[in-house]
């Protein structure tokens, strides 16, 4: 009989059984009381926490088996003084372990896929009086569309949700990969550049919770954020009458004339495209502060303070090439390049004028 050999035969089982029953229920319970989430703040989230706790349960029995089982054969199967030429004696194995091994971790998974499909099919289950929303991502923000049936969409930089409504987001990129998450829903999915990715969600706690990209972006990665708002409904259909009222003072029909039809074209409103942007620019107000505007964003440099005293051509190169003076204190790379394609002539000249305007004050 080799050493090895009477080496296991003269270990107890028992207690290393005991070590793995005491060690995994400390563990479950230690995983199951930590907090490893925000508050829930939508109907997806509970069941997606239940979920997580199911996977606790089941991986920390395998974790503390296989540790006990390295940790065991280490220390007595460690080689001793005068075996340092030898070999170990052949193994021919056994095949009845080998199932159980193979069976047990396979009987897992299958229970655990089983639940995931059963959890991912009910939540995004098709719910009646949904709301669409539209995400869009861009080297590095969020801005979001509502559409209105017969009429112009409200876009936001923050996210407006009514509290116990539906919504289904339709999420896209317009540069590279970003990922919608907001980590109170549980939920999240990634914005990909030429397709349009979907996820529902039903809020159902007020408040305020962070939207963050979970995809590695580029430089600015990090502070790609946004903010969601859960209000009531009530509030909600405020807050979108008041986006769908004219701006202030504001005559639609006043501009500049057009010689085909001999009617005027609408003003461009250039406070609406920093704070909203134009539909295929992200809003300048996402990353910047301007109190005229009413932005908040620290993405960016204060606009207030960096363009006081600043002429109309330091204000359009900024816009178009953000790269050639960055502000103390920012880093470059993080602001997109592109505004020169994604403003017309008309809004780029418009949106100078205004920030010129707004920052002498």
Known sequence: MSEETRRLERTPILPLVVIGVLASAIGIAIGLVIDWFPTDASIQAKPI????????????????????????????????????????????????????????????????????????????????????????????????????????????????????????????????????????????????????????????????????????????????????????????????????????????????????????APEIDAKTIFAEGNGTSIACGACHTLADAGTSSQTGPELDKVLKGKDADFIKTSITDPEAEIAEGFQGGIMPKNYADTLSPEELDALVKYLGEVAAK
């Not at 969020?142 to 949700?161: D, F, I, N």
């Not at 995809?215 to 909600?236: I, N, Q, W, Y």
């Open 49 to 264: 926490d239940n979920l997580y706790d199911l996977m606790i349960i089941l991986s920390v029995p395998v974790f503390v088996v296989v540790t006990i089982i390295v940790l065991f054969s280490a220390w007595k199967f460690r080689m001793r003084p005068g075996e340092e030429q030898l070999d170990g004696p052949p193994i021919h194995g056994n095949t009845k372990l080998e199932v159980v091994w193979t069976a047990i971790p396979a009987l897992v998974l299958v229970v655990l896929c089983s639940y995931t499909y059963v959890v991912l099919t009910d939540i995004e289950e098709a719910q009646a009086n949904e709301m669409r929303i539209n995400v869009t991502g861009q080297q590095f923000a969020w801005s979001y569309e509502y559409p209105q049936a017969g009429g112009k969409p409200v876009r936001s930089t923050t996210l407006y949700l009514p509290k116990d409504r539906p919504v289904r987001f339709y999420v896209k990129a317009l540069d590279v990969l970003h990922d919608f998450w907001v980590p109170a829903f549980r939920m999240k999915v990634d914005a990909v550049p030429g397709i349009t990715t979907r996820y529902r969600v039903t809020p159902t706690r007020l408040g305020t919770y962070p939207v963050v990209c979970a995809e590695l972006c580029g430089l600015g990665h990090a502070v790609m954020r946004s903010t969601a708002k859960v209000v009531t409904p009530a509030d909600f259909d405020s807050w979108l009458a008041e986006q769908q009222a004219p701006a202030g003072g504001a005559d639609t029909g006043a501009g500049a004339s057009d010689g085909d039809k001999g009617t005027k």
